[in-house]
């Protein structure tokens, strides 16, 4: 019997990015008492890293915005696969949330009348995103961080402890989501410093973990985006939304080889950056698809006068949604018509002064100088897709975050699915984490403030928990490395069921998934719990290997190219897919056998879309998109 | 260029102890001091135990002494040594070993708790902010630390001297504290909080004698001293900063007058 301390909590947040910092604030807000956990030091989840900006239509800069605008401007971005009742929340409650973090100290670039800064994004009609040069990400984890550490000190002031009812357990690992019957009871831990475990109990869990990228190969994510979150849903029950949907960011950086993959923002094709190939041509007027057609510019000249003039010229084409930047680019190089080192070249040296360079994109002058030895004051970048968000993720309820089927549990920021359809807009999950990371917090703390009998967290499931913690210690003879495991993981993810996918390829991927599981089922490490990096990547392994399952049985369902989600075989957006989600279940029970598959897909039709949002729409549009019998109702 | 074979050392330990071990890792191109830890990691140390996140210089994770200078490992390019140059690697030294190259930090998390936040003027509702550029700017600045501690790890009031580590701040929570006192908006004067004596009286300011140690191992290129610390020690005083009463300074000292 594992002996294991236990604690008590009114809500549990497991994340400590944008999502799960603002979740927390909200529920101690509430009066809810209130545990926030995180694998990293607070203050540095993967939220720190985002660059461009966070999109909210406060209509700063150009005055014709407004939440409508905004709305469809995600909806075509996520070509309408997107929970439309989220896309409507998000798009009216962005700007509330940009503007409360200014009164907890955020210092936001600033328009000559002193308000708060936007600029253009693909995709966004307007100029839209508030940011803070290219660091913006480090400002609101800062401001979140910051806003903590003030309910914390109020709380000294009248607890004397800090930690009275708002604590972080940074650089801990939660492994299970406990449950008592259906409803949730707690989360299985482990302090990554001592591999201490203990359990936190609490009626209701936030899930707010972030994403997946660390099963592919080339990615803008770091090692945290393990899929933790994803799997402790699948694993309690939950089911996961529209997995197929993995964003491949066009421009990552693709020289040296130990920074491939390393994010390029955004901001730089935003502020005037063009995107050209061998031959000096800026390709994506090429690539402009039927549905964006009336939207962009024809010439070069039509683009560059829209950075001065945006009411009366199209926006460039290289501010198309990610996706279609991201095939075009993908199409050039294998065209024959790349850089030097496989990407195609991203130049800002000729468009704008150094000085201006300089202040707008700070960190990637700075990136490109350490890490390349390239001035991009000077010289254009090479850059190539990179793997960088997942879309998919755990089905909510819009409007409480709540998951199905499971009482108790929330899930919000991108671990959460359905917000972004099929692609996600650049800037649009860090309003994505402050809309929806409120509403969990504040959904959390209401359900668990209900009342009743707290639910019990059972011996037995402790054990359980502790025994698969402890697995990888007691791996016998000829155990498998689990960096190996990982590295063909990532190869086979990225190469299988990467940006441009086919059917057998895929149906390979999910053969070697199996095998994959089988050896990791004897993956083992040396030494003791004592911060022990390759035991966290055993245990992380689990959860890769679930949710890479995940994406590749969902990608060789939908037999469709939407968004994120394009297969060679399957070139056309099919409009008969655009009502269809495609669920991932548990198998249940989980099988013994490892090689057996872990999930099975459940197809559920979308809600139809609400008749007033419709109408924000041309008809012609809609007609691009819907299919036949949704245009008829 | 071509991979080679480079020489490491690095230090494995506890808080019981340790000691340096060699290792002979391959290296490639471009690549920077951070990969070939997670080399050693995946192929020679499973358990080696180190800190990281963004591998991009903007989390600020992975800071660690490389041959004796507080550096981030992962923009430390591998191409500043020689060849043949043994590099060195041990965890920062102003903080407690929890093993090889990950230290407690927690010293920084209980000074940030130690400065008072930002305070919202009243009556300015959310939405109704009004500032600036210019005036954002020096604050802004001061926003773009990553909390790497390399500047609290530096800092000689505090790297040899563990009894100082109660009285100061050190130098990021100091320029915290200037952050703030120079956001155009924060209201702390008018809640009756002066920031610039707390600086002085709570927080240590006056043990600061501006060697600008710390602002030379800053990877955001921060002028922590230039930019926070000597305003923030000059407005503390309200008068003009004069070096020779700074310099060595060690005394705490009362700020006297100080109507702003
Ligand atoms: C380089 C880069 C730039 C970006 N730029 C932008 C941008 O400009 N605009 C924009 O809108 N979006 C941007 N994004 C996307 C955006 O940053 C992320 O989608 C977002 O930050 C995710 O936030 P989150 O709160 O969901 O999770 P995160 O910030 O990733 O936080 C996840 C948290 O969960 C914790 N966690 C995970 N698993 C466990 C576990 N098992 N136990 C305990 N804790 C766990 C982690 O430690 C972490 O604290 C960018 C992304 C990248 C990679
Ligand atoms: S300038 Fe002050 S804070 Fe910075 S290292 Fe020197 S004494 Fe320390
Ligand atoms: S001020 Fe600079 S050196 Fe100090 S913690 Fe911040 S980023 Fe690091
Ligand atoms: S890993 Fe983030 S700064 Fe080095």
């Given amino acids: 019997m594992a002996q294991v301390e236990r604690q008590q909590w009114d809500v549990v947040v497991v994340g400590a990015g944008g999502a799960g910092l603002r979740a927390a604030i909200e529920a101690r807000e509430r009066g809810a008492r209130t545990a926030v956990i ?50 409507e929340l998000h798009a009216k409650e962005a700007p509330d949330r940009v503007w409360e973090l200014e009164t907890w100290g955020a210092l936001f670039d600033r328009t000559p009348d002193g308000r708060i800064s936007q600029r253009n994004f693909g995709g966004h009609e307007y100029p839209r995103l508030a940011h803070v040069g290219d660091r913006t990400g480090l400002e609101l984890i800062r401001t979140l961080q910051q806003k903590i550490v003030q309910l914390q000190q109020e709380d000294f002031k009248e607890y004397g402890d800090h930690e009275a009812r708002l604590k972080v357990f940074q650089e801990c690992t939660v492994t299970r989501v406990l449950k008592d019957g259906a409803r949730v009871s707690g989360t299985f831990c482990y302090e990554r410093e001592s591999g201490r475990f203990f359990v936190l109990e609490a009626p209701a869990v936030v899930l707010a973990t972030g994403g997946i990228g660390k099963s592919f190969k ?42 491939k993959g390393i994010l390029v923002t955004e901001s730089v094709r935003g502020d005037g950056g063009v995107l050209r190939n061998s031959e000096g041509e800026r390709f994506m007027f090429d690539y402009v698809p039927d549905v964006f057609k009336e939207k962009y510019a024809e010439s070069e000249e039509e683009g560059d006068r829209w950075y001065e003039d945006p009411d009366h010229n199209r926006r460039p084409p290289e501010l198309l949604p990610r996706d279609e930047v991201a095939r075009a680019i993908n199409s050039e190089v294998k065209a024959g018509r790349g850089s030097p080192h496989g990407g195609v070249f991203l130049d800002v040296s000729t468009r704008m ?29 090479e850059v190539g897709p990179t793997c960088h968000y997942v879309m998919g993720g755990i089905a909510v309820d819009s409007d409480t975050a709540a998951t199905v089927g499971v009482p108790g549990l929330f899930a919000a920021g991108e671990v959460a699915g359905g917000m972004h359809g099929s692609n996600r807009l650049g800037g649009n999950s860090l309003s994505d984490l402050l809309v929806f990371g409120r509403r969990a917090g504040l959904h959390a703390a209401g359900y668990a403030s ?11 499931q402790i054990d359980a928990a502790a025994a698969e913690a402890l697995a990888p210690f007691h791996a016998a003879e000829g155990a498998e490395n689990p960096y190996t495991l990982h590295q063909e993981l990532q190869t086979t993810m990225n190469d299988l069921v990467g940006i441009i996918r086919r059917e057998a390829e895929m149906a390979e991927a999910l053969e070697r998934l199996a095998a994959l599981r089988v050896r990791a089922a004897r993956a083992g490490v040396e030494g003791h719990r004592q911060f022990n990096p ?42 008969e897919w655009r009502p269809v989600n495609l669920l991932c279940r548990p198998v249940d029970p989980p099988p013994a056998d490892p090689a057996a598959d872990r999930i099975v ?7 139809p879309i609400r008749p007033d949002l419709l109408a924000l729409f041309e008809k012609e549009e809609l007609a691009k998109y819907l299919a036949e019998e949704e245009l008829c109702e | 260029m071509t991979a080679y074979d480079a020489r490491f050392r690095v230090w494995r330990g506890d808080a019981e102890g340790g000691s340096l071990r060699d290792f002979t890792v391959e290296v490639h191109d471009g690549e920077v001091v951070l990969d070939i830890v997670h080399r050693i990691q995946a192929t020679q140390a499973s358990d080696l135990a180190v800190r990281w996140n963004c591998k991009a210089g903007k989390c600020g994770s992975c800071s660690a002494e490389v041959n004796g200078r507080p550096r981030l490992m992962c923009m430390t390019r591998m191409s500043v040594f020689a060849r043949d140059e043994t590099v060195t690697i041990t965890p920062l030294r102003a903080f407690p070993v929890v093993r090889d190259l990950v230290t407690d ?69 100091l320029m915290r504290v200037a952050e703030l006192d120079m956001h155009p908006l924060d209201a702390a004067a008018e809640a009756g909080l002066d920031r610039k004596r707390a600086a002085q009286e709570e927080h240590g300011l006056g043990y600061c004698n501006i060697t600008k140690c710390c602002t030379e191992v800053c990877p955001e290129g921060i002028r922590i001293t230039d930019n926070a610390l000597i305003p923030l020690k000059e407005r503390a005083v309200d008068r003009k900063y004069d070096p020779l009463v700074w310099l060595g300074s060690r005394i705490r000292r009362r700020s006297d007058s100080d109507p702003r």
Wanted: glycine share 8%.
């Fill in chain 1, 38 to 87: 995180c694998k990293s030091l607070f203050g540095k989840a993967h939220t720190v890293m985002a660059e461009g900006g966070i999109a909210a239509s406060m209509g700063n800069v150009n005055d014709h915005d407004n939440w409508q605008v905004h709305f469809r401007d995600t909806m075509r971005g996520g070509k309408f696969l997107n929970q439309w009742r989220m896309a």
């Fill in chain 1, 218 to 259: 080339t990615t803008s994510n770091s090692w945290e985006y393990t899929g933790d979150g994803h799997a402790l849903a699948l694993l309690a029950g939950a089911p996961l939304l529209n997995m197929e949907f993995v964003q491949f960011h066009p421009t990552g950086m693709v020289w040296p080889p130990s920074v």
């Fill in chain 1, 353 to 381: 002064p150094a000085e201006r360079i300089k202040r707008r994109l700070p960190s990637m002058y700075h990136q490109f100088k350490e890490l390349a030895d390239v001035d991009i004051t000077a010289e254009p970048m």
């Fill in chain 1, 450 to 460: 209900e009342g009743g009998a707290r639910p019990v967290v059972s011996q037995e």
């Fill in chain 1, 534 to 575: 390759g035991w966290h990547l055993a245990l992380d392994l689990r959860n890769m290997l679930l949710v890479s399952e995940c994406v590749a049985r969902a990608a060789l369902e939908r037999t469709e190219s939407r968004g994120g989600h394009t297969r060679e075989d399957r070139p056309a957006m099919e409009r």
């Fill in chain 1, 601 to 607: 897909l459940v197809r559920t039709r979308t809600e």
């Fill in chain 2, 105 to 173: 930090v927690s010293f920084n998390y209980a000074k940030a708790r130690e400065v008072p936040a930002f305070v919202p003027p009243e009556g300015v509702a959310a939405g109704a902010y009004r500032m600036q550029q210019v005036d954002v700017e020096r604050s802004q600045e001061f926003r773009k630390c990553i909390e790497c501690f390399l500047c609290q790890d530096t800092c000689h009031v505090v790297r040899d001297h563990e009894e100082n580590k109660a009285a100061f701040a050190g130098p990021r929570f």
